[in-house]
């Protein structure tokens, strides 16, 4: 006699199944970008947001940039003013 199952045994499973499908797709999308790395790089409507294994290592190394105090952004902005300033007299030139 089959015993029926309820509905949360049912989701239960489908979500196993998803989980598992899932990772099989995941195996197959690092395979095919260890394959084709160009892939990783592709931007636009289509583009995937995978990112290639030795890439997310990179990424992950870097660190966050420090904040500037109000002091070294002024400086900054000093420096930068005289840069182009240059830049403006030279090319007046």
């Known amino acids: ?12 499973y489908a979500l196993v199944g998803a989980q598992a ?13 260890g ?8 931007r636009g409507p289509g583009a995937t947001r995978a990112v290639a294994p030795e890439a997310k ?20 902005s000093e420096r930068m003013k005289r840069y182009w300033a240059a830049r403006r007299k030279e090319k007046g030139k």
């Open 1 to 12: 006699m089959a015993k029926s199952l309820s509905q949360q045994d049912v989701r239960q």
């Open 21 to 33: 499908r899932l990772d099989a797709l995941r195996t197959e999308m690092q395979g095919l970008l």
């Open 35 to 42: 394959a084709f790395p160009e892939l990783a790089r592709k």
């Open 57 to 76: 290592s990179k990424a992950r190394r870097r660190g966050r940039r420090r904040a500037m105090s109000a002091e070294e952004r002024r400086e900054v």
